[in-house]
């Protein structure tokens, strides 16, 4: 197995994949018990089935041959997958789960995708619906209010 082999966009976005899940479970153990529990809900089998894609995308990208596709240069979809990827992160890093969310999710319907305005409407209500009406005021558990939010706020 070469290294050119492995660096692929299918085994660099399940490296990647396996890393935010690794991370944010080793974050989690820092919490209080009530705040650990749902990011370790997630990031456990997060983990878990990172490695097996890890795993899977690795030896796929092993057994096909240089002609078949040019490890090189990412496709035009894994671009625009970890476009969005870097997107969402950067936007929940700045702005938190409860406004970034819906509005990241309302632009990859409606602009990635091509989704009709309804369907990115209602994709953007829901989940804001699951974040602030659930996790925030059913379970009581804060999320990430992200920094430029909390800068503003102090």
């Given at each position: 197995?070469?290294?050119?082999?492995?660096?692929?966009?299918?085994?660099?976005?399940?490296?990647?994949?396996?890393?935010?899940?690794?991370?944010?479970?080793?974050?989690?153990?820092?919490?209080?018990?009530k705040?650990?529990?749902?990011?370790?809900?997630?990031?456990?089998?997060?983990?878990?089935?990172?490695?097996?894609?890890?795993?899977?995308?690795?030896?796929?990208?092993?057994?096909?041959?240089?002609?078949?596709?040019?490890?090189?240069?990412?496709?035009?979809?894994?671009?625009?997958?970890?476009?969005?990827?870097?997107i969402?992160?950067?936007?929940l890093?700045?702005?938190?789960?409860t406004?970034?969310?819906?509005?990241?999710?309302?632009?990859?319907?409606?602009?990635?995708?091509?989704?009709?305005?309804?369907v990115?409407?209602?994709?953007?209500?829901?989940?804001?619906?699951?974040?602030?009406?659930?996790?925030?005021?059913?379970?009581?558990?804060?999320?990430?209010?992200?920094?430029?939010?909390?800068?503003?706020?102090?």
């Amino acid at each position: 197995m070469t290294i050119k082999a492995l660096l692929n966009g299918r085994v660099g976005t399940a490296l990647v994949m396996l890393l935010i899940f690794l991370s944010m479970s080793l974050m989690a153990l820092g919490f209080t018990d009530k705040a650990r529990l749902m990011p370790l809900l997630v990031g456990i089998p997060g983990i878990l089935l990172g490695i097996v894609q890890l795993t899977s995308e690795i030896r796929q990208s092993a057994r096909r041959s240089a002609d078949e596709a040019d490890s090189d240069a990412l496709s035009k979809a894994e671009r625009n997958m970890f476009l969005w990827i870097f997107i969402f992160f950067f936007g929940l890093l700045g702005f938190g789960f409860t406004y970034a969310a819906p509005i990241v999710v309302f632009a990859f319907m409606y602009a990635g995708k091509k989704e009709s305005l309804l369907v990115a409407l209602i994709g953007a209500a829901g989940t804001w619906a699951v974040l602030f009406g659930f996790f925030e005021q059913v379970m009581q558990l804060p999320l990430f209010k992200g920094l430029i939010v909390e800068w503003l706020l102090s």
